[in-house]
């Protein structure tokens, strides 16, 4: 699966990118959030395609083995979830019951 594998990660990365343009001026956190996501993406295609695989160098106890593409993709899909828990939680409060 690894050229399939590239292909839904080099489009994942291209939506991501018409996304933060089309947000640029809304929120630079968000833009930051899904640019870690774009960036851990691009890394890991990188890695797919020069070595055939994503190469994992982080290997900690008791937790699987991942790289810092690894890393900014959790991060950012993380930030996103929050930044969106807190718009909605502010949308709640604004609105008249």
């Known amino acids: ?16 990118v018409v996304l933060v343009a089309g947000m640029a001026a809304s929120s630079t956190t968000m833009s930051v959030a899904l ?16 070595f055939g695989a994503v190469t994992d160098f982080l290997d900690l106890p008791r937790w699987p083995t991942f790289n810092v593409a690894d890393c900014a993709i959790v991060s950012g899909v993380v930030l996103v979830f929050v930044l969106e828990l807190a718009a909605a939680r502010r949308e709640r409060s604004v609105t008249p019951p």
């Open 35 to 50: 640019g870690l996501i774009a960036g851990g993406a691009v890394g890991n295609v990188v890695d797919r395609v020069r």
């Open 1 to 16: 699966m690894g050229p399939a594998l590239v292909v839904l990660a080099v489009l994942v990365g291209i939506g991501l």
